[in-house]
């Protein structure tokens, strides 16, 4: 039996070793073409199938236990181990025998497709409330900015250094540098040298000339521009200088700099695209689309089509840093995940997630639905494992990416203090505004 799988072992080096080559050629010349009289050469011998490898490893696995008294595990029966695992796992992929209730992890398909699970990733602008695809993210929070100067040029300054500047720390050292400025005008309100600020400055020019929205900010608290002399210089320089209606009022440069330091890059939110269905058999199935996946759809494909290569590479023995560097690269997979949530009614609850946030999420989602939102309840994924509210897991932690179907109960103490009452809970648990959009699943 041994021997059967150092054949299988070999016969895939083999196969991925490309063409042979005869040892009289070079590099560079093709080989001729067979005549046709000529007999064909004998085929290379295929790979196993999924079926024959699952075979091979049970016939191992029996072998195994009929030899008495057999010595401890050790690291070579540590790899048959996982090597099994993994093939009754790919032959379980590739057979489709999901059951009801588990992930699946469904190739993702066209956005124009009718019978998708949610018909994209759409955000909401904080600032007007728009819903955006992916692609205008960006672009319509700039245009909002940008409106925003006509109402309130102080806030829309501030918004603009945060946003339109990718470099962090970049900003983090310039809203220093501003605010310096500021805290110096505010301890010496009387002292003419720290009411200007001159432009062609070497630390004005390395960490704040080069910020967007940076001259927006000092116009609208109150600096204007003038050319000045400067002494043991021919010739004027520019400055900032602060106007004397600002100078009177040192508390608003007070609140204007506190607005600057606690100021975050405006970010587009995530929706939910909060959606109820009817009670369907299609519960679990999830037919998303690319927008769910960091990889591209062919890229996928091609990921599901190259499994087989994890089985040799269980085949060598890796430690524990590459195991888990292994494991952070499946989590970063994904980045967004469609939850579903099915109710004592039999009806879906449906939302759309970052892979990243934590279960606790899920429940203020959940909660958020509910008619009695102050009763406490439970939430179980595949396997009846629970899924605890308190706990700092993300989905992709859970392995609830990029799709999941979980299971509501009220909490048992509650529903006994219930029935003891005398009372019954409402057959429909959520919000009649939801259950009034309430859909068909398709």
Not at 67 to 85: C, E, H, L, M, Y
Not at 232 to 240: A, M, S
Not at 268 to 295: K, M, Y
């Amino acid at each position: 039996m041994k021997k059967f799988l150092q054949e299988i072992k070999a016969d895939i080096k083999f196969k991925s070793a490309g063409p042979g080559q005869k040892l009289t050629e070079s590099v560079g010349e093709k080989a001729p073409k067979e005549k046709p009289n000529q007999p064909a050469f004998r085929q290379p011998r295929q790979g196993p199938t999924d079926e024959a490898q699952m075979a091979a490893a049970a016939a191992l696995a029996r072998l195994e236990q009929k030899q008495p008294g057999a010595r401890g595990p050790t690291s070579q029966d540590s790899i048959r181990n996982q090597v099994r695992k993994e093939l009754r796992a790919e032959a379980t992929v590739s057979g489709s025998l999901e059951a009801p209730g588990t992930n699946m992890v469904p190739e993702p398909k066209e956005e124009g497709s009718t019978h998708l699970a949610v018909p994209g990733v759409y955000f909401t602008c904080p600032l007007t409330g728009a819903v955006l695809r992916k692609d205008q993210r960006e672009t319509r929070i700039k245009e909002a900015i940008l409106s925003h100067f006509s109402t309130d040029p102080v806030a829309a300054s501030i918004m603009k250094i945060h946003t339109f500047n990718k470099d962090r720390d970049r900003v983090k050292l310039g809203v220093d540098t501003i605010a310096k400025y500021l805290d110096n005008i505010h301890l010496h309100p009387e002292d003419e040298k720290y009411q200007k600020i001159k432009l062609q400055n070497k630390v004005f020019q390395e960490r704040i000339n080069g910020l967007e929205g940076t001259h927006e900010f000092f116009e609208a608290i109150g600096f204007q521009r003038a050319l000045l002399p400067v002494p043991d210089q021919e010739g004027l320089e520019e400055f900032y200088v602060l106007s004397e209606a600002a100078l009177a009022q040192p508390q608003s440069l007070e609140r204007h700099k506190e607005q600057l330091l606690c100021a975050e890059p405006v970010r587009a939110t995530l929706a939910r695209q909060c959606r109820v269905f009817r009670p369907s058999p299609l519960a679990s199935q999830f037919d998303l689309p690319a927008d769910f996946f960091n990889l591209t759809a062919e890229e996928v494909k091609r990921e599901q089509r190259l499994r087989s290569e994890a089985v040799e590479r269980l085949s060598v023995l890796r430690t524990k840093a590459m195991r888990e560097k292994e494991e952070q690269r499946e989590m970063r997979k994904y980045t967004y995940t469609l939850l579903r949530v099915r109710l004592p009614d039999g009806c879906l609850l449906q939302g759309t997630f970052y892979a990243r946030e934590r279960v606790a999420a899920l429940y203020r989602f959940v909660r958020e639905a509910l008619q009695s939102d102050w009763l406490p309840f439970e939430l179980l994924a595949s396997g009846g494992q629970k899924l605890s509210e308190d706990e700092n897991l993300a989905f992709n932690e859970c392995g609830l990416v990029p799709s999941a179907l979980l299971t509501f109960l009220w909490d048992a103490a509650v529903l006994e203090d219930i029935k003891a009452a005398g009372a019954d809970l409402d057959s429909s648990i959520l919000k009649p505004e939801l259950l009034s959009a309430i859909e068909k699943l398709s």
